[in-house]
């Protein structure tokens, strides 16, 4: 009797296990697949993500560059000590802080360019260059860009 | 800074015969040494010139390395001829451009970066030929990925590549299958005994026999 007692127990215990396999085998394809979907899913928002990013740090620039080279006074560099456009271009800046620096070159190359430095939007450095001048690029100073008023520049470290 | 002539920067050339605004290609900026791009665009005055804008790689760079869908994916942009445009870890990118020596550089290739998954998906989006979604392997790891065209106004024949091992996608479900598991075994292996004398009862029941009680068998 006892071997047929083993038998069919150890026939039961079989089906338990291939049952009990089965359920956890198909729960983890059916996870797996669900994963892999979801993982999909995140790849292809992330790639929109991305995408939106880029569109967000160039967009604006896009627009600074083709407008402000239209302004009246962009060659003011070459005509003066000062450059007319700065405040504008300075409070750019502070709007967008992804731009490290726009600036004007000339044809006579003559160069002004207007630099964020502080890296916390807190100031920011023009610097106007004449190739034909003697003298080294002149830094006209450093400004905030909160009160377009000039700093020190020891205090910027 | 004496030295600095802007007509010989790439910005400048690239925007000096054209009347819209003209993106330039990864270079490294005379100013901090860091890589970056400029927008750039001519104008016409009394003295003629170029306006432009910096624009770092540093913000696209961070923004790449905090799209982390699982520890070790990966997002970076490249171009059709295997060229590497924006890399998560910007001090590996910046190495590589200044292996030349110089601030104005060529992009550097895929293959430099010595990163077999970056490789691994140009050669997967090579095979293709076109942008979608590839499966690929990198030492014995299964990657699925995304290649996404990034539009030609935000730089020339440039793509992103998205790459994210299967296996740390499949982790969550393989921890959950090993937990089933050892509960299941564990149920299995205490109620065995009990299901070993209720499965022996029900065959004795059947049989017609009935188990002879201890004291029957003293007698």
């Known amino acids: 009797v006892w071997p047929a007692y083993v038998g069919i127990i150890g026939l039961l215990v079989l089906i338990v296990v291939v049952l009990a396999?089965?359920?956890?085998?198909?729960?983890?394809?059916?996870?797996?697949e669900l994963m892999?979907?979801?993982?999909?899913?995140?790849?292809?928002?992330?790639?929109?993500?991305?995408?939106?990013?880029?569109?967000?740090?160039?967009?604006?620039?896009?627009?600074?560059?083709?407008?402000?080279?239209?302004?009246?006074?962009v060659e003011a560099p070459s005509n003066g000590n000062g450059y007319a456009g700065a405040p504008v271009l300075l409070r750019v800046l502070s709007f967008y802080p992804q731009i490290l620096s726009l600036y004007v070159g000339l044809d006579n190359g003559d160069f002004f360019v207007m630099t964020n430095i502080g890296g916390d939007r807190a100031a920011f450095a023009i610097r106007i260059k004449r190739l034909r001048a003697t003298e080294p690029a002149q830094n006209v100073g450093y400004f905030s860009t909160i009160t377009v008023s000039k700093l020190d520049a020891r205090t910027l470290g | 800074v004496t030295d600095f002539d802007p007509r010989q920067r790439p910005w400048y050339g690239l925007a000096l015969h054209s009347n819209r605004?003209?993106?330039?290609?990864?270079?490294?900026?005379?100013?901090?040494?860091?890589?970056?791009?400029?927008?750039?665009?001519?104008?016409q005055a009394a003295t003629s010139g170029v306006f432009?804008?910096?624009?770092?790689?540093?913000?696209?760079?961070?923004?790449?390395?905090?799209?982390?869908?699982?520890?070790?994916?990966?997002?970076f942009?490249?171009?059709?001829?295997?060229?590497?445009?924006?890399?998560?870890?910007?001090?590996?990118?910046?190495?590589?451009?200044?292996?030349?020596?110089?601030?104005m550089v060529a992009l550097p290739q895929l293959s430099q970066l010595r990163d077999p998954v970056a490789t691994g998906l140009f050669a997967a989006y090579q095979e293709s030929g076109a942008a979608g979604n590839f499966v690929y392997e990198v030492a014995n790891r299964n990657y699925i990925s995304r290649v996404v065209e990034i539009p030609p106004r935000y730089g020339r024949d440039q793509l992103l590549g998205i790459a994210v091992p299967l296996d740390?996608?499949?982790?969550?479900?393989?921890?959950?299958?090993n937990q089933t598991l050892l509960y299941s075994i564990a149920f299995l292996v205490f109620a065995l005994p009990l299901y070993v004398t209720l499965i022996v009862a029900w065959i004795d029941r059947k049989l017609g026999r009935r188990p002879t009680p201890a004291y029957a068998e003293d007698e």
């Open chain 2, 168 to 177: 740390e996608i499949e982790y969550p479900a393989i921890a959950l299958r």
């Open chain 1, 21 to 32: 396999g089965g359920i956890i085998w198909y729960n983890l394809h059916k996870s797996t």
């Open chain 2, 77 to 103: 942009i490249f171009t059709r001829s295997g060229e590497l445009v924006a890399y998560p870890d910007l001090a590996r990118m910046t190495a590589i451009l200044r292996q030349s020596g110089e601030t």
């Open chain 2, 21 to 43: 605004v003209e993106p330039s290609d990864l270079y490294i900026y005379h100013l901090n040494n860091e890589p970056g791009f400029t927008l750039s665009r001519s104008f």
């Open chain 2, 52 to 75: 432009g804008a910096d624009l770092t790689e540093t913000d696209l760079t961070e923004f790449l390395s905090k799209q982390r869908i699982t520890a070790g994916s990966l997002c």
């Open chain 1, 36 to 73: 892999v979907a979801v993982a999909e899913r995140q790849i292809v928002e992330t790639g929109e993500k991305v995408s939106d990013r880029i569109r967000l740090l160039y967009d604006p620039l896009y627009a600074i560059v083709g407008i402000a080279s239209q302004m009246p006074d």
